[in-house]
């Protein structure tokens, strides 16, 4: 597997009569990817069809996992979107990754380039353009609560932005796992992470003492459906109130963590952006071609509203 440049305009589309795209991952009940890419497409004028491919783990979903990649290798199916377990599971049949799959050792958009199996990370690019809505933040210093596969692909985020990244955890040696490994994987020209800190009471206190946050980001997943009233901010720690706050779910569109943020008069905003974007930046890769986001947020904005009155 080798990482290289954005070579994009260097990536030859052709014409399909019928796009075959759909979405690797385990369970996959409640995807709104299926939504999203049908009304892209849809407004896009592309006959396709995007389906779910539920893959139990591995090693049960080995042999399933491979019959699809070879499906996708012989051009039978034209992008695949990966999500959890699989997003390093598909690695090792990669020729190629993007620079960015090669840091965060993470993929979730597959296609062929040069008629070899190729990875991207969408959910990067997607995240920090949908943090632009919170602009301006007070500080440069973010505070990101989880140590997860989602926090991983923030922190990289962040700090290939220019952030200063704390990571709270509540396995502490989870956080310096993954700001040890980011390291290795990082520019050296990049700032490392700060510091990690167990996801307490008494830790975060001490910190937001002494640090000004600008921004918190949630990447755990306390809070989403069907916990909504759970949320992974700690009681009694007063928010910092300069700060805003992104929380990557999006189901409940409100979680409890942004309704108490902003009760207490700051900025927020949940996950669902992220999740159009890196949607359209994987359309926008498989077709060659602009995808319009408002199709995709038309599509998906009704049906959380819907799970939010069930
Ligand atoms: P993950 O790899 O399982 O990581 C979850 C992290 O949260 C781990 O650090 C985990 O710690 C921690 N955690 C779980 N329960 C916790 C609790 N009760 N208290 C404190 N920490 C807890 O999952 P992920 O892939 O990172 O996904 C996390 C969330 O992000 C999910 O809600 C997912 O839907 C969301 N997400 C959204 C988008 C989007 O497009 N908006 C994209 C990706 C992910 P332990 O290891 O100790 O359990």
Redesign the pocket.
């Known amino acids: 597997m080798t990482g290289e440049g954005d070579q994009r305009s260097t990536i030859h589309h052709p014409a399909h009569k019928k796009y075959n795209l759909g979405l690797i991952g385990f369970p996959l009940g409640h995807s709104l990817s299926p939504q999203l890419h049908h009304a892209a497409l849809k407004a896009m004028g592309l006959q396709g069809e995007y389906r779910l491919y539920p893959i139990p783990p591995l090693p049960e979903g080995l042999t399933a996992l491979h019959t699809l990649l070879d499906r996708l290798q012989a051009g039978d199916i034209q992008g695949l979107n990966v999500t959890?377990p699989h997003k390093q599971n598909v690695l090792p049949r990669l020729i190629h990754t993007s620079p960015t799959v090669a840091a965060v050792g993470a993929a979730n958009t597959l296609f062929l380039r040069e008629n070899e199996l190729f990875g991207e990370n969408t959910?990067i690019p997607?995240f920090l353009s949908d943090l632009e809505d919170l602009k301006p933040f007070s500080s440069s210093i973010a505070l990101v609560l989880?140590?997860?596969?989602?926090?991983r692909a923030a922190v990289y985020a962040m700090l290939s932005a220019g952030w200063q990244v704390i990571l709270a955890?509540?396995?502490i040696e989870?956080a310096r796992e993954l700001a040890a490994s980011l390291q290795t994987a990082l520019h050296p020209s990049l700032k490392p992470i700060s510091h990690t800190i167990p996801?307490e009471s008494a830790s975060l206190t001490n910190l937001l003492n002494s640090i000004n946050i600008g921004l918190i980001v949630n990447?755990?997943?306390?809070g989403?459906f069907p916990h909504p009233n759970a949320s992974?901010w700690q009681s009694g720690v007063p928010f910092p109130p300069q700060a805003a706050v992104y929380d990557?779910?999006?189901n409940p569109g409100e979680t409890m963590l942004l309704k108490q943020a902003r009760s207490a008069g700051l900025k927020v905003k949940n996950?669902?952006g992220?999740?159009v974007e890196?949607a359209a930046l994987a359309l926008e890769l498989w077709t060659g071609l602009p995808v319009p986001r408002k199709a995709m947020w038309d599509a998906v904005l009704p049906k959380l509203e819907d799970a939010h009155a069930a």
């Open positions: 959890i959910d997607g989880g140590a997860g596969g989602a926090a955890a509540r396995r989870q996801l990447t755990t997943p306390v989403m992974p990557m779910i999006y996950g669902l992220m999740l890196q």
